[in-house]
Nanobody
Framework: QVQLVESGGGLVQAGGSLRLSCLAT?????????MAWFRQVPGHERVFVAA????????YYTDSVKGRFTISRDNGKNTVYLQMMSLKPEDTAVYFC???????????????????WGQGTQVTVSS
């Protein structure tokens, strides 16, 4: 059974940085599977932030975080990261890690194309 555990959230001032981590356990095909980060503000839908291919050679971002966030992965540690820099108050949200099996396809930015989800980690950016 695949389990995803996020960590690294917290409170940071605008302009600051945070690095989120997502450890995947029970995911025997991790190195061949795409991974993603989504975020959600209370009362709003969960939206796509970034995704990375299994081999790490393709990264995709929503426009609002391009140039500020970097997604990466360490397949030896079954972990995916989200380095967030130049944080803004509008980045405040619960950040969720998502995973899917290699054969499970679909557009990265669509929530229903992801099979597994973590519990989320809160990121709060103060102005």
């Amino acid at each position: 059974q695949v389990q995803l555990v996020e960590s690294g959230g917290g409170l940071v001032q605008a302009g600051g940085s945070l690095r989120l981590s997502c450890l995947a356990t029970g995911h025997t095909t991790f190195s061949r599977s795409s991974m993603a980060w989504f975020r959600q503000v209370p009362g709003h839908e969960r939206v796509f932030v970034a995704a990375i291919k299994g081999n790490g050679e393709g990264q995709y971002y929503t426009d609002s975080v391009k140039g500020r966030f970097t997604i990466s992965r360490d397949n030896g540690k079954n972990t995916v990261y989200l380095q967030m820099m130049s944080l803004k108050p509008e980045d405040t949200a619960v950040y969720f890690c998502a995973a899917r099996d290699p054969d499970f396809k679909g557009a990265y930015y669509l929530r229903h194309t992801w099979q597994y989800w973590g519990q989320g980690t809160q990121v709060t950016v103060s102005s």
